[in-house]
């Protein structure tokens, strides 16, 4: 794949169309549209292109969104065991220590985009020994993987299997003013890693940069280390895929379309708007004064009045309404189809008859029901990389280790539906099923309302006790006597008179 004479990044025709997929759809994502759906403008004049072009990113939104329902919330991890377990503590370590939620969303993030993402997992010091080992001990590194600089490797007879991971960085040779270049490229296999080293020249470059380089010599040789894990250290998570390629598709590239429709309709309706800003004005003849020769003296370009040759007639603004009104139903229905094919429901941008008011939590969820269709497809991917990166790293620290405390444990991963809690629906569905026993206590309701500490809500526990008993003490009715106390109630009779006693 990195033979002297080929060519970097089109190691190959596949891998030439990806990165170059990567790299449009990532500012696509960013809003710079023009350059991307340049192609797809021919609808506006040049004059047109040149002087206004109107975007609206909604790249960017439906790559956030899918981002905030997969990974907005963070998903709990488990061992499989107890909450103390060496297992379990081993797996919080490596949750902590490598941010993987953060890692999570912006690999979410860029998959939308991309449709591919790649973790690595490795043995190594965060600071590469700049800080001494005491500081920064060696562990095990999840962190994620540029996809523009991986280029995987698939079987002979299995395109959808991929044998090995190459990640091939070029980076620039100083003082050489652009014209050396070395690529450096970390082979991952099941048990080893190669690396090798190769120069190469620039080929093409545009105003982005230099985007082609000419491999035409290696150095040294190759260095071979072993891994001992019988898989790369490499994870693949596709947006989504089918089966007949590794390759994931994203979600940006079939609505490259829609997006330029989008984006001209508001160029063409901007330029109207901004022309009747400052329309021009037509009068009767004779109105404007008259030069030496008897002609009326007016600059329509600078003054935009004129004079028409015709009966009564009022100034007036000479105007067009652009047919606006159909641009506008135009805007909608397309909007309409992004989201559609976006699987976005317009409940979840807030937008059209999307109100909640009086909606409970289940009737929200029924309407996001495509959305949460289209996370959930998602999450199947990542539920299946991160099990095989959790495995990688016991299997790292295990052998870098030699005496370890945990044991081999299969990741358990529940990830949250990035929806809304409507709290009031839950509390009457535990009561229900509680039979209406509490199922908090006093002081844990607290700190979950006030966001307080286990001390601070006692104090409130203890200030409401003590406000409870003086409310007591001052209150007169406590301390009243039964008048009926004291007597015999033989002597009552059924009426309440005292019956004469007899005497003696």
Do not use: C
């Amino acid at each position: 794949m990195f033979g002297i004479g080929s060519f970097y990044p089109n190691v190959t025709k596949a891998h030439g169309k990806r990165i170059k997929r990567y790299r449009e759809n990532k500012k696509l994502f960013m809003g710079q549209h023009y350059e991307i759906l340049e192609k797809y403008n021919d609808v506006l004049s040049t004059y047109q292109q040149r002087q206004v072009y109107v975007t609206t990113n909604l790249a960017g939104l439906i790559a956030k969104k899918s981002a905030d329902f997969l990974f907005g919330e963070n998903a709990l991890y488990s061992a499989g065991g107890k909450d103390n377990s060496p297992e379990q503590e081993k797996l919080d370590e490596w949750v902590k220590q490598n941010d993987i939620h953060i890692t999570n969303y912006e690999s979410a993030l860029s998959n939308a985009y991309r449709g591919d993402s790649f973790y690595k997992v490795r043995w190594g010091q965060e600071h590469g020994g700049m800080v001494p080992k005491e500081l920064d001990p060696f562990r095990v590194i999840i962190e994620a993987q540029n996809a523009e600089y991986v280029f995987p490797e698939t079987y002979p007879n299995d395109s959808t299997r991929i044998m090995a991971f190459h990640i091939a960085v070029p980076s620039e040779v100083p003082n050489t003013d652009g014209e050396e270049w070395v690529l450096n490229v970390e082979s991952h296999f099941p048990n080893k890693i190669v690396y090798r080293s190769f120069r190469m020249n620039p080929v093409e470059e545009n105003i982005n940069g230099i985007t082609s380089w000419r491999i035409y010599a290696e150095i040294g040789e190759a260095r071979e280390v072993d891994t001992n894990v019988p898989f790369p250290l490499v994870v693949h998570v596709p947006n989504y895929s089918t089966d007949d390629s590794w390759e994931g598709i994203d979600d940006l590239s079939e609505l490259k379309g829609l997006f330029s429709e989008l984006n001209t309709r508001l160029s063409q309706i901007s330029e109207i708007l901004s022309k009747h800003a400052d329309p021009a004005m037509i009068v009767p003849q004779g109105t404007l004064v008259e030069d030496e020769n008897g002609q009326p003296a007016y600059r329509v370009g600078v003054d935009k009045v004129f004079e028409v040759m015709t009966g009564e007639l009022e100034p007036k603004y000479l105007t067009w309404n652009g047919q606006l009104e159909f641009a506008f139903r135009e805007i909608e229905k397309i909007l309409d189809l992004i989201l559609m094919k976006a699987e976005i429901p317009a409940v979840a941008l807030g937008v059209g008859d999307s109100g909640t008011s009086g909606s409970s939590g289940l009737a929200i969820k029924w309407r996001l029901n495509s959305l949460l269709a289209k996370i959930n497809r998602k999450r199947q991917y990542y539920d299946k990389a991160l099990k095989r990166i959790f495995t990688i790293a016991q299997l790292l620290e295990m052998d870098r280790r030699k005496k370890v405390e945990f044991k081999p444990f299969v990741t358990v991963i529940k990830f949250q539906d990035g929806l809304p809690k409507d709290e009031m629906e839950q509390a009457t569905i535990m009561q229900i099923r509680t039979g209406a026993k509490p199922t908090i206590s006093q002081k844990r309701a607290i700190m979950e309302l006030e966001g307080i500490s286990e001390e601070q809500a006692q104090q409130i526990l203890d200030e409401l006790e003590e406000e409870q008993m003086s409310s007591a003490l001052s209150d007169p009715s406590a301390f009243q006597v039964n008048d009926d106390l004291g007597e015999d109630p033989e002597t009552k009779t059924d009426n309440g008179n005292e019956e004469p006693k007899e005497e003696e």
